[in-house]
T-cell receptor, first 116, second 113 residues
Framework: AQKVTQAQTEISVVEKEDVTLDCVYE???????LFWYKQPPSGELVFLIR??????QNEISGRYSWNFQKSTSSFNFTITASQVVDSAVYFC?????????????FGTGTRLQVFP | EAGVAQSPRYKIIEKRQSVAFWCNPI?????LYWYQQILGQGPKLLIQ????????DSQLPKDRFSAERLKGVDSTLKIQPAKLEDSAVYLC???????????FGPGTRLLVL
């Protein structure tokens, strides 16, 4: 069965600290897609990144970086030099290619609080 | 490019009343999704449309929830009658096709008293 686990419920850091959000997934499919979304207090889910199961290259976008490791079924997200504006709930999600639906299976989210 | 639009943003009703939510997807997006997000949880899919056909409604409580997507563009989600446990944020998303990125609207926060 598909499952996404975000074991960290809440993380608090002080501005300029680096922080890593963990994501572990379960799937029986060989072709799947992983996502990270940010949900600020306004409530809208903001897309951050999409990776497919055949691309294990790490990705960096500004202060954001992602580490995808199929061997451990993990897709971790690191924010370097965190800022107050990074405060939000972050969701990791999984989508499979098989079947009729490509619904997203979300984890329970990690609330990140960045203090000045 | 305009994003996914939803209305209303907030709604408060009493149990057993009915309520409807509206969603307008990103222009050209054939696939539309409704998710329910209960406080403290990740969103859960209620129903997925491909154009105006239903792809997946296996998680939709059909005794009280209904949804339609007329003409393959806008969609409405209705709850009738509402229960206390329906209090949640209802998120609409759209994508350009299978396993493409889903883009979400601002959501409708529903409180059932």
């Amino acid at each position: 069965a598909q499952k996404v686990t975000q074991a960290q419920t809440e993380i608090s850091v002080v501005e300029k600290e680096d922080v890593t959000l963990d994501c572990v997934y379960e799937t029986r499919d060989t072709t799947y897609y992983l996502f990270w979304y940010k949900q600020p207090p306004s409530g809208e889910l903001v897309f951050l990144i999409r990776r497919n199961s055949f691309d294990e290259q790490n990705e960096i976008s500004g202060r954001y970086s992602w580490n995808f490791q199929k061997s451990t079924s993990s897709f971790n997200f690191t924010i370097t030099a965190s800022q107050v504006v990074d405060s939000a709930v972050y969701f990791c999600a999984l989508s499979e290619e098989a079947g009729n639906t490509d619904k997203l299976i979300f984890g329970t989210g990690t609330r990140l609080q960045v203090f000045p | 490019e305009a994003g996914v639009a939803q209305s209303p943003r907030y709604k408060i009703i009493e149990k057993r009343q009915s309520v409807a939510f509206w969603c307008n997807p990103i222009s050209g997006h054939a696939t539309l999704y409704w998710y329910q997000q209960i406080l403290g949880q990740g969103p859960k899919l209620l129903i997925q449309f491909q154009n105006n056909g239903v792809v997946d409604d296996s998680q939709l409580p059909k005794d009280r929830f209904s949804a339609e997507r007329l003409k393959g563009v806008d969609s409405t989600l209705k709850i009738q009658p509402a229960k206390l446990e329906d209090s949640a944020v209802y998120l609409c998303a759209s994508s350009g096709g299978a396993v493409e990125t889903q883009y979400f609207g601002p959501g409708t926060r529903l409180l059932v008293l």
